[in-house]
C-alpha cells in the first residue's frame, strides 16, 4: 500500500473504525447501533466530493461528524483511503440469474415499482418524497452499488432513515434491481468550484 494510504489508513482506524468498522463495512457494533447505521464506505462508490464534504462538514441528518481537527496531510490521507475502499465489481456469469436484458428489464419494473418515489424516475435521488428525508435518498447517477452492498440495504433497510427494508423481494428480484441501478450509474460529478474552493482551503498546511 503507499505511504499516503497507510497513513489514511491509520488515521481512519483512529479515528473512524468505532463506527464505520476496520474493513469499512460499517457492520461494527457502534456503527450498527447509529441511527442511521454507518454508512457501508466498502458497498458503493462514492463521488470524491461527497467525502471531502462529510470529512468538512459532517453529514446532515446522520452521526457523522466534520472532522476540521485533522491536520491537512491527514484530511486528505484519509479521504484518499476512503475512496480506496470501495469494491463494486460486476457479476461473474455465473453469478448472473438471468441474461444482462432479463436482468436490466425486471430490474427497472421493480425500480418503477417500489423506489422512484424516494429515487426518482432516473434515480438522481430527487423523487417527490425526497425532500422529506436527511440524509437524502441515494443518487444512483453518482454512486455506484456493489451487489452485496445493495442486497444488505434493500433486504434490512437502513434503520433510523427513510430507506425501509424490503424482505419479500426475492434475491433473484434483489440482483436484478440491482443491476438496474447499477446501469444509471453516470460517474461522479465533477467538483463544483465552491467545492474545489473548500478543499483548497481545507487543505493548505499540507506539505
Not at 119 to 131: F, I, L, M, N
Request: hydrophobic share 35%; net charge negative; aromatic share 8%.
Amino acid at each position: 500500500m503507499p505511504s499516503d494510504l497507510e497513513e489514511g489508513k491509520a488515521v481512519f482506524l483512529a479515528n473512524c473504525s468505532g463506527c464505520h468498522g476496520t474493513d469499512g463495512t460499517g457492520h461494527s457494533p457502534g456503527g450498527r447501533a447509529l441511527r442511521p447505521v454507518a454508512f457501508n464506505l466498502a458497498g458503493f462508490h462514492i463521488p470524491p466530493a461527497v467525502v471531502w464534504g462529510a470529512l468538512q462538514h459532517g453529514v446532515p441528518g446522520t452521526s457523522m461528524p466534520a472532522w476540521n481537527d485533522l491536520s491537512g496531510a491527514e484530511f486528505k490521507a484519509v479521504g484518499d483511503y476512503v475512496l480506496s475502499l470501495a469494491n463494486t465489481p460486476e457479476l461473474r456469469p455465473g453469478e448472473q440469474w438471468a441474461t444482462q436484458g432479463t436482468l436490466l428489464l425486471a430490474g427497472q419494473r421493480i425500480f418503477d415499482t417500489h423506489c422512484t418515489l424516494c429515487h426518482g424516475e432516473k434515480g438522481a435521488g430527487d423523487g417527490p418524497a425526497a425532500r422529506a428525508y436527511l440524509p437524502r435518498p441515494a443518487n444512483f447517477q453518482q454512486i455506484k452499488l456493489s451487489y452485496p452492498g445493495a442486497a444488505d440495504v434493500i433486504h434490512n433497510g437502513v434503520p433510523g432513515s427513510g430507506m425501509p427494508a424490503w424482505p419479500l423481494l426475492t434475491p433473484q428480484e434483489i440482483q436484478a434491481v440491482t443491476y438496474y441501478m447499477r446501469s444509471l450509474y453516470q460517474g461522479p460529478a465533477t467538483d463544483s468550484p465552491n467545492s474545489v474552493t473548500a478543499k483548497s482551503s481545507r487543505m493548505e498546511d499540507m506539505p
